[in-house]
């Protein structure tokens, strides 16, 4: 299929033409014709699907024909919610992007920052309000936003909202907007929360789904390094040292540890830095375009920090701490090896971490390739169980036990004879 098969305005088909897209990705083609019906849709997807895509272009196509090409009054027409700062604008950027030839106009809302910009944009009107929740509730209690003429409500990446505890938010939401509206629901994973929560609020909803949560992208090559926990940052920088690593993003489980790996690796000259929740807007904002522009070789974030962060071309994902929800590994290394690049995921198993590698193995069914030889194996450990024995220090070890228990009996024996 292509995407002049999706019968789009020229408006679209013009913008998706100078990106360079021509076919849709599975979850596009099976989204976007259900969007263009009119169908509630639940889509069970993962980050670096071509997600965005599938519903912004539907509902642009859909918003135009009502807004026009004229300066109307604007109102809100589609509101999307999603769970961080970065996903949110980059969702905004992808309307601006395939809507860059139509008179539609996209505001982005979310906390830590000053609200004053976005309530001016607000009264100068928009159509597409992409937010996070707690800024979206703050800034309707107040009175400056207006959702009666809602025709599309998005609730992105639910899954995560569920995990940080916006559930009950966004069920607020919910109950603000039209009853007949249309509301598409995405999510990587659908724990019973969510499957509820589609239950309860969306009508008839078509399911759509692609790329299993236990698969691991094909073009990910995949390998994992036994190593003590006080050693991994020695490892992590023998890596970038040895093997020339650059464009590096890095998962730790925790901020401290993000912020406490950046400090170890600017000791050794490497450019890093970190992202995460303690972060500034802007200052996380700056760090990622530094990352992106390359000025920053080495990113390391925390899970809840790079959910939705979009990197083309990223080459290597480290799993310096493990997770220990098995498939949030999926997630991280989901971020490398797309649109057909080949990518590396490596990870970092510390001893108190074996039982996490052994779930995370189980849910991808497959064997990890274990690197045994590097300068920081796990000590007293045979960290690769299927190596063949070193036949010679057997022999050594045979002849030194043998010794030993002919002198134990030769000790007995002299008891005896006392």
């Known amino acids: 299929m292509t995407f002049k098969e999706l019968h789009l305005i020229s408006n679209i088909q013009e913008a998706l033409k100078e990106e360079g897209y021509e076919n849709p990705t599975p979850i596009q083609e099976q989204a976007i014709p259900e969007v263009l019906a009119g169908q509630d849709l639940v889509a069970c997807a993962q980050t670096g699907t071509g997600k965005t895509a599938a519903f912004a272009i539907p509902i642009i196509n859909l918003i135009h024909k009502i807004v026009g090409s004229k300066s109307k009054v604007k109102r809100i027409r589609t509101l999307v919610v999603t769970p961080t700062r970065e996903l949110a604008i980059q969702i905004a950027e992808s309307f601006d992007t395939y809507g860059k030839y139509t008179n539609i106009k996209t505001l982005v809302i979310f906390g830590g920052v000053n609200q ?27 009175g400056f936003i207006d959702l009666n003429h809602m025709h599309h409500l998005v609730l992105d990446e639910a899954d995560q909202m569920l995990d ?58 995949q390998k994992v390094y036994m190593v003590d926990k006080s050693d991994k940052r020695k490892l992590l920088y023998h890596l970038i040292r040895n093997d020339g690593l650059k464009n590096l993003l890095v998962f730790t489980r925790t901020k401290h540890g993000a912020d406490n790996v950046v400090k170890a690796l600017k000791k050794q000259g490497v450019e890093a830095a970190a992202i995460h929740g303690d972060k500034s807007q802007s200052a996380r904002q ?105 036949l010679r220090n057997k022999k050594k070890t045979d002849q030194k036990n043998s010794n030993s228990r002919k002198s134990d009996n030769s000790k007995k024996n002299k008891k005896r004879w006392y």
């Not at 004053?116 to 209690?141: E, F, N, S």
């Open 164 to 221: 940080m505890g916006f559930i009950n938010d966004v069920k607020k939401i919910i109950k603000l907007t039209p009853e007949n509206r249309q509301t598409l629901l995405f999510s990587a994973t659908m724990p019973v929360a969510i499957r509820e929560l589609a239950d309860t609020f969306l009508t008839r909803p078509k399911y759509v789904s692609v790329a299993p949560i236990s698969s691991t992208a094909e073009l990910v090559s």
């Open 116 to 142: 004053v910009p976005q309530v001016d944009q607000l009264k100068k009107g928009i159509d597409v309000l992409v937010a996070t929740p707690g800024r979206l509730l703050d800034l309707y209690k107040q």
């Open 286 to 390: 700056r760090v990622l375009e530094g990352f992106k522009n390359q000025e920053v070789s080495v990113l390391v974030a925390t899970d809840i920090a790079a959910r939705g962060i979009d990197i083309e071309n990223l080459p290597y994902v480290i799993n310096f701490d493990l997770p220990n929800i098995p498939e949030t590994y999926v997630h991280r290394i989901g971020r490398t090896g797309r649109a057909g690049n080949a990518g590396l995921a490596i990870s970092f198993c510390g001893k108190d971490e074996k039982t996490y590698w052994q779930d995370i193995e189980k849910l991808i069914r497959m064997k990890i390739k274990v690197v045994a030889d590097h300068p920081f194996p796990w000590k007293d450990e045979v960290v690769n169980p299927d190596a063949k024995p070193d």
